[in-house]
């Protein structure tokens, strides 16, 4: 099962608290994620706990993201 998934264990960093309101859509999603990545890897997880590394996931695989920040910092060295 650990394969399944594009997030593998969490790492143990120190967080920035940060504030979203979810849709209950999504919020299910979360739970649902956090469970199966539960009995994927042992450790019991909150779509809190899952979902910073979603989003680096998320940021990380977006291309079209990295030429963009590429272009601003460019931008900004100016």
Not at 22 to 48: C, M, N, W
Request: overall charge positive; cysteine-free.
């Amino acid at each position: 099962m650990t394969k399944v998934l594009k997030i593998g264990p969490l790492k143990d960093l120190t967080p920035i608290k940060l504030n979203l309101s979810l849709d209950p859509g999504l919020h299910a999603d979360l739970e649902d994620y956090a469970a199966i990545h539960t009995q994927a890897f042992g450790k019991r997880v909150s779509p809190a706990d899952i979902a910073p590394s979603m989003l680096q996931a998320l940021i990380e695989s977006d291309a079209g993201f990295k030429r963009a920040r590429r272009q601003l910092k460019s931008n900004e060295d100016r």
